[in-house]
Nanobody, 115 residues
Framework: QVQLVESGGGLVQAGGSLRLSCAGSGRTFSSYIMGWFRQAPGKEREFVARISRGGGTYYADSVKGRFTISRDNAKNTVNLQMNSLKPEDTAVYYC?????????WGQGTQVTVSS
């Protein structure tokens, strides 16, 4: 059974940093695309960042230059380093993975940025 578990969320002041981690189990994720999405209250879930099996990265314009996605295939983990956080980054952040598309999802971790 594939499982993704996020950690690292919390409350931070604007301008601060957080590092999210996502641990995968039940499958070897080294050949999977892995990514992060977020959903703010009253809004639809939106794409944040993804990393390919080869390490190529892609970011939403809203986080480019502030967030960095990385993966550790040996540990089946994907991380999201978030710097220069803004109140509009407040959301539940979800980890996702899959061989061609995002078939598997975590339960989410709350990130709250105070002004």
């Amino acid at each position: 059974q594939v499982q993704l578990v996020e950690s690292g969320g919390g409350l931070v002041q604007a301008g601060g940093s957080l590092r999210l981690s996502c641990a995968g189990s039940g499958r070897t994720f080294s050949s999977y695309i892995m990514g992060w999405f977020r959903q703010a209250p009253g809004k639809e879930r939106e794409f944040v960042a993804r990393i390919s099996r080869g390490g190529g990265t892609y970011y939403a314009d809203s986080v480019k230059g502030r967030f960095t996605i990385s993966r550790d295939n040996a540990k089946n983990t994907v991380n999201l380093q978030m710097n220069s956080l803004k109140p509009e980054d407040t959301a539940v952040y979800y980890c996702a993975a899959g061989p061609q598309s995002f078939d598997y999802w975590g339960q989410g971790t709350q990130v709250t940025v105070s002004s």
